[in-house]
């Protein structure tokens, strides 16, 4: 299943008035066991993906503390990667088309080279040898990893033998998924990514024209009456077993968008442990049904309003970079091009263990420190009153992640999103009183406290050149970022500085290195008394747009047959 898909399109819809509370809870079967999103324990309220060891049991965190897609704060400091090993689908989504071979594009189901199994592993151990920070091998398509079980678990348990310590991860969509489950667990494939777009089959049949099932071809309602029961007991049957599930939701403005909060309770209810819900990717290049048909993206502050409309149900992952099918190296970037075959054949592979080990040692002490920054920077401000206030802070950062603020604007390809402000805990469970009608998010918001979350990504292109500002790029990065409040870059030109401060987003360079969270919350300390000073008057932002990586448009050749069923 590749993990789908959209560049911005304007027009804003009603998805931005909603609101937290609005829809009623389906008659959801309850889990069979307790996933983290119920199992935290007294006191342990966020579990999701922003979530530390403080806030889950052990054996949970001992999974998740390294896996970038699991753990907001590991995506900083861990890498993945993806093997194409499985090419063919059982279904067929709307927004999906895989003949694309463009190494430009960053978007699901999009693959430069297809691997046999025995290839998968060789590059996967070649991987690991230059980039010891890599933890996680995913299958996530080009197709659907259960529509090729035997390519998928051969990896699988080729892997195992060759490299133990590599986190195994595969997406699916939830089809064949029940029918693979105690193969799932006999390999150890702790992590599980289940696309679910809807629980409702009369919303289904507008995603999914067909699915390929006990051997022949079923369509409309019926197709996606199957789809959805095949996935809730799949769901079902791997949280009783303990394996971790992430639930990828595509969302298609006047499709699903309202549905998803009822998909985010329904996958709440049976144990997901993350919720991920990602933006259409919808061009007419792209071939796929909904690009033809003209059916658009969300904007940032449409997606933004459907997450937050989630609060309280299942924990929400909100730094997704909706890969390719091949991709490789820290979410966000894409190393895979140093990894063709024919290059990884020259290359001298030395499978270190211990080496992979001292490095993550380092990797851990970093991250010590990340979170002793941010703990200063909020004790500094520990008097401050909450006034409600709560803005939108882009930081410009280098692909080799860190998390700290270290790019210079010219270099940017993706600004990461920080909401800073007084802000719920994110994760934070709300009960409903005990009788009242249930309802999603119901129950007393939990308290706000002064923080820095990670909210989003914007991909922008390259400002900076061959050595020179491109002034035609600025204004698509500042709509990108237009949302914002500040931008905080390790370095920045006199024209885009000018032109940011046109648009009202301050430009700040005077947190070289620091890490983010720490800069961010300085800056809006800051902020706050010049506003309480009378220098500034805060001002509400607008919408931004989404971009999802560099199209260009160039077409290769079609996947093979076997891509479809
Ligand atoms: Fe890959 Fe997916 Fe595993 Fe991550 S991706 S199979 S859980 S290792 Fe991650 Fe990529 Fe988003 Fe997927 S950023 S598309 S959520
Ligand atoms: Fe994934 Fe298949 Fe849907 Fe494409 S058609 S997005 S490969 S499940």
Request: aromatic share 6%.
């Amino acid at each position: 299943m590749m993990e789908a898909s959209s560049p911005a399109h304007a027009a804003p819809t009603g998805i931005g008035q909603l609101k937290p509370l609005s829809i009623p809870i389906a008659a959801a079967t309850p889990a069979a066991a307790a996933g983290c999103g119920t199992s935290g324990g007294a006191g342990k309220a966020s579990c999701g993906s922003s979530g530390g060891p403080d806030d889950m049991p052990t054996e949970i965190w001992e999974k998740v503390k390294n896996h970038p897609c699991y753990s907001e704060e590991a995506h900083h400091h861990y890498a993945r990667m993806h093997v194409a090993v499985a090419p063919a689908c059982n279904i067929q989504c709307n927004y999906c088309n895989r003949k694309y071979d463009c190494s430009n594009e960053s978007r699901p189901g999009v693959v430069s080279q297809k691997l046999t199994p025995e290839q998968a592993v060789k590059k996967v151990v070649a991987v690991a040898s230059e980039i010891p920070q890599m933890t996680v091998l995913g299958i996530a398509g080009p197709g659907d990893a259960l529509a090729n079980p035997k390519k998928t678990f051969d990896t699988f348990r080729m892997l195992q033998e060759q490299a133990p310590d590599i986190k195994l991860c595969l997406s699916t969509n939830g089809l064949a998924l029940p029918d693979y489950v105690d193969e799932i667990a006999k390999y150890n494939v702790d992590h599980v990514t289940i696309t679910i777009n809807m629980v409702d089959a009369a919303v289904g049949e507008k995603i999914y024209p067909w699915i390929f099932w006990q051997h022949k071809r079923v369509t409309g309602r019926e197709a996606a009456q199957i789809l959805t029961d095949r996935q809730m007991l799949g769901l079902e049957m791997l949280t009783a077993r303990g394996i971790l599930t992430k639930i990828n939701s595509v969302l298609i403005p006047g499709v699903n968008d309202e549905h998803l909060i009822e998909v985010n309770r329904a996958v709440k209810s049976r144990g997901a442990f993350l919720h991920n819900i990602m933006p259409l990717i919808s061009e007419p290049e792209h071939g796929t049904v909904f690009g033809l048909t003209g059916q658009r993206g969300p904007s940032a502050q449409e997606l933004k309003a459907v997450q937050d409309a989630c609060a309280g149900g299942a924990n929400l992952m909100r730094h997704c970079r909706q890969c390719r099918a091949d991709a490789v190296g820290l979410l966000g970037e894409d190393r895979s091009e140093e990894f063709t075959l024919d290059k990884i054949e020259e290359m001298e592979v030395v499978y270190d263990l211990d080496k992979r080990r001292t490095y993550q040692a380092k990797v851990e002490e970093e991250r010590q420190a990340q979170h002793a920054a941010k703990q200063a920077a909020l004790a500094e401000q520990a008097g401050e009153v909450d006034d409600g206030m709560k803005v939108l802070v882009a930081v410009a950062v280098a692909t080799k992640g860190g998390g700290r603020v270290n790019e210079h604007f010219g270099h940017v390809t993706e600004f990461q999103i920080f909401e800073v402000g007084y802000l719920e805990p994110p994760g934070a469970e709300r009960q409903p009183p005990e009788g009242a009608a249930v309802r999603l998010g119901s129950g007393p918001a939990p308290a706000r406290v002064l923080s820095a979350q990670f909210v989003g990504h914007r991909r922008v292109d390259l400002y900076c050149q061959g050595g020179f500002g491109e002034d035609e790029q600025l204004p698509s990065i500042v709509r990108a970022i237009n949302d914002c409040h500040a931008v905080l870059v390790a370095k920045i030109g006199a024209c885009p500085r000018d032109e940011l401060q046109a648009a009202g987003i301050e430009p700040v360079d005077g947190f070289v290195n620091e890490f983010i969270e720490k800069a961010a919350l300085s800056w809006f300390g800051d902020y706050r008394a010049r506003i309480a000073s009378g220098e500034l008057v805060h001002q509400p932002r607008g919408d931004a747009s989404i971009r999802q990586g560099a199209y260009t448009g160039t077409a290769g050749e079609a996947m093979p047959s076997e891509a479809t069923v």
